[in-house]
Nanobody, 115 residues
């Protein structure tokens, strides 16, 4: 079983930066594919970025070149560095883990970008 706890959200002005962190439990974290999703009010949850157990990354077109996902297997952490933030990035951001057919979610952290 994997438990995920996000942190690092907050209020930032457009053009600013935030770094989200996701702390994971579980003895086989290094084998877990991880990702960040977001959900804005009235919209469906969408994939922002993902990173495989081998370190391969994937980004939504809307964040390419601005966001960077990374992982530290020794610390069981996943990060999302968000630069050049835009008001449309405002959403609740969720950490996600996939392992052996199971999907795990964190509780979410709010990111608000003011114009």
């Amino acid at each position: 079983q994997v438990q995920l706890v996000e942190s690092g959200g907050g209020l930032v002005q457009a053009g600013g930066s935030l770094r989200l962190s996701c702390a994971a439990s579980g003895s086989i974290f290094s084998s877990t594919a991880m990702g960040w999703y977001r959900q804005a009010p009235g919209k469906q949850r969408e994939l922002v970025a993902s990173i495989s157990s081998g370190g391969n990354t994937n980004y939504a077109d809307s964040v390419k070149g601005r966001f960077t996902i990374s992982r530290d297997n020794a610390k069981k952490m996943v990060y999302l560095q968000m630069n050049s933030l835009k008001p449309e990035d405002t959403a609740v951001y969720y950490c996600n883990g996939k392992l052996l057919g199971y999907v795990y979610w964190g509780q979410g952290t709010q990111v608000t970008v003011s114009s």
